[in-house]
């Protein structure tokens, strides 16, 4: 069997080789036919607020809610980081819940599914465009986000579905159904059925097309051009081989890898900061002077806050839903302890992981500063002049290659594993919207899983402008009715913080380790 | 008062031997409870996909029928049946902190465990379960050749 793929391979990449101006004119017919059906999608989805410079809708409303949230939980993310830490220790947890579905566990799955090329790609497309001051909004972004991530997956397990063999499923469909059903709303199953059709949208965009794509970039950069649906294909053979096979043994060795990859990419950002120590003094004063007055960036304070706040949503999710399928199959008593420990992941996610590749990057001097007037140099493009012309991931790459010679290799195995590892996870969220929709079955689930993986060829077939387009306005859709529901839910959520506050004060809830 | 002995078994032939020394013991002491005790080893920290998660639950309950059927209640069956009292007991999580857990929760006075049925690379870096539970028991452990 593995001879047979390796000949398969070799031979494909041979043929390749020979046809590569048909291969490289597909993948521009891919490109235009894709930009042309999603781009009323997008200008829709990035549609500037009245009387703005360019500040599309969609963003304001995540970074509006994340706002609310915040307020309204009375800066929950900072007064319950310690507890939740607490929670993912397993203080609190029984004993005799042992075997089950651990906070820590949920956590670290959750993780697996948001860390990944957000954080290395993204913030690269952000620093690349809003310059380092996108950074600051970014960690803003973040920030404020732990209150949205709170609240959504705190409704996740409070409103799952326990089954009867004892699988669970849940997620913003089940609590914007069953949550407005219990307060007495209308609406609540047509929000979740939009929430539904977005999800799906938006794994076969951020959780599948915009990974296989920079995988695919980082794949280029490593070992030279080649066209980009020889690796979709490959991609797609091996995730249809997981998803679709059931070998669960490669999507098991990836969830074990994947954690070990995120400790070196933090391992190695930080060895490079601590090697030019002398200059974080510096780049903090970039991130800090680009977020009020952008540094000469297009769009100037505003390019970069728009930048920011746009790839912190796309990396963590926060507000967007997905997490609160991701976090539903925890065991607890207390919904509101899964909404406590899930608010630790945009802080892992944006404000230490994002932070990490963006000081690497400003540091690294990829990005053309003009001698003269020590402002950013900015290409035809509107975006910012680097060293090689890189941009996305190929900068990131750069930027550490600048420090560590030979880690442009570790991140591309790291990069493929991310993406891998994002594919598998997405490739459940939508699943799970597509079975609410179409009802469980093996043959609806092939149906979707046979989509996703056809989209993998297609996402790695086409440029990273209307791949990352589409992304993210298929992930950021999402947030539509995710966020309107919410609102509306947002006080259940309260009666439970309330009661679980009163009586973790009073002693009644203990932990059980000392 | 009844003496209380936790029996850990792992399924293996040398579990076995651990009973054979228990069954003596209790008939030795006279009254006697022997705890025949599974470990299904489980770490709350280890890595699970999406599906895993889901389906946790579920494949918990099975794990403990499993461990139920196939070891732990035939042990009992066949401890009853010589005369000798005697529970089964399953549980998840870390093999030497559960046996113990075990006991301290029943007030149990000894435990035994078979020498470790484990080897090679894995026993060297974190110990053998048997050794770690020596190392840590609240009660006095006997360990059968």
């Known amino acids: 069997m593995k001879n047979i793929l390796k000949t398969g391979l070799i031979a494909g990449a041979f043929s390749a080789v020979s046809t590569t101006a048909l291969a490289e004119s597909l993948d521009a017919q891919v490109n235009a036919i894709f930009a042309s059906i999603t781009s009323p999608f997008v200008n829709f989805m990035f549609a500037p607020v009245p009387f703005t410079d360019n500040f599309p809708w969609i963003v304001m409303w995540l970074v509006v809610a994340a706002a609310v949230f915040t307020l309204y939980f009375g800066f929950v993310q900072f007064r319950f980081f310690k507890h ?3 929670l993912v220790k397993g203080d609190y947890s029984d004993p005799n819940d042992a075997g089950e579905v651990s906070h820590f566990q949920a956590l670290a799955t ?3 599914g948001t860390v990944g090329l957000g954080n290395i790609a993204g913030v690269a497309v952000a620093v690349g465009i809003g310059g380092p001051g996108a950074t600051f909004w970014m ?5 404020m986000g732990m209150a949205a991530k709170f609240t959504e997956c705190t409704l996740g397990v409070k409103y799952r579905n326990e089954y009867d063999d004892g699988t669970v499923s849940g997620g913003p469909m089940y609590y914007l159904s069953k949550g407005f059903k219990e307060l007495g709303l209308p609406g609540g199953k047509f929000l979740a059925i ?9 794994a076969l965009g951020g959780g599948n097309m915009f990974q296989a794509n920079q995988a695919h970039a980082q794949i280029v950069g490593v070992v030279g051009d080649f066209p980009g649906w020889i690796t979709g294909l490959v991609f797609a053979i091996i995730v249809f081989i997981v998803i679709v096979g059931g070998v669960k043994s490669i999507a098991r060795v990836t969830e074990k890898v994947v954690p070990f990859m995120g400790v070196m990419y933090v391992g190695a950002a930080l060895i490079i900061l601590a090697v030019n120590y002398d200059q974080i003094t510096w780049a903090f004063g970039q991130i800090f002077g680009g977020a009020f007055t952008g540094l000469g960036v297009a769009g100037g304070f505003v390019g970069a806050l728009i930048q920011g706040f746009k790839r912190a949503a796309f990396s963590n999710e926060a507000g967007i839903g997905s997490a609160a399928i991701a976090h539903s199959a925890v065991k ?3 919904p509101i302890t899964e909404g406590f420990v899930s608010l630790l992941e945009p802080f892992i996610d944006t404000v230490v992981i994002c932070t990490m590749t963006a000081l690497v990057i400003t540091i690294s001097g990829q990005l053309m500063v003009d001698p003269e007037t020590g402002l950013y140099m900015v290409n035809e493009a509107g975006k910012i002049a680097t060293i090689g012309n890189t941009s996305g991931v190929s900068l990131t790459s750069a930027a550490f290659g600048s420090a560590i010679s030979w880690f442009p290799f570790i991140l591309a195995i790291a990069v493929v594993l991310f993406a891998f590892s994002t594919m598998i996870s997405w490739s459940y969220y939508g699943l799970k919207a597509w079975t609410y929709l179409f009802g469980e079955g093996k043959r609806t689930e092939l149906v979707f899983k046979a989509i996703f993986c056809l989209f993998i060829i297609v996402g790695a077939s086409a440029s990273l402008g209307p791949v990352i387009d589409f992304s993210d306005a298929a992930l950021f859709a999402m947030a539509i009715p995710n966020v309107i529901g919410l609102y509306f839910l947002m006080k259940v959520v309260k009666a439970e913080f309330n009661s679980y506050v009163s009586r973790l004060e009073s002693g009644e809830i203990k932990k059980f380790k000392a | 008062m009844t003496v209380k002995i936790v029996v850990g078994i792992d399924g293996h032939e040398t579990g076995s031997r651990a009973i054979d020394y228990g069954k003596r013991m209790a008939g030795l002491i006279g009254d006697c409870e022997l705890l025949v005790a599974y470990i299904i080893e489980w770490s709350p920290y280890s890595f699970q996909t999406q599906e895993e998660n889901a389906e946790r ?4 309950e099975e794990e403990i029928a499993t461990a139920k059927e196939r070891i732990i209640d035939p042990a009992v069956k066949a401890l009853v049946d010589a005369g000798v009292k005697a529970r089964g007991i399953v549980r998840h999580g870390n093999v030497a902190d559960a046996l113990d857990a075990i006991c301290v929760e029943e007030k149990g006075d000894q435990i035994i465990v078979s020498r470790s049925s484990q080897g090679g690379i894995a ?3 974190f110990g ?14 006997t360990v059968v050749g």
């Open chain 1, 84 to 86: 939740a830490i607490s």
């Open chain 1, 110 to 112: 959750a993780l697996s």
């Open chain 1, 139 to 143: 960690i803003m972004a973040g920030l």
């Open chain 1, 194 to 202: 939009l929430f539904s059709i977005f999800c799906i949208l938006g």
């Open chain 1, 332 to 334: 607890t008593k207390e």
């Open chain 2, 57 to 60: 639950h579920k494949r918990r």
């Open chain 2, 123 to 125: 026993k060297r870096i």
């Open chain 2, 128 to 141: 053998s379960s048997t050794a770690n539970l020596v190392m840590g028991a609240s009660v006095p452990v």
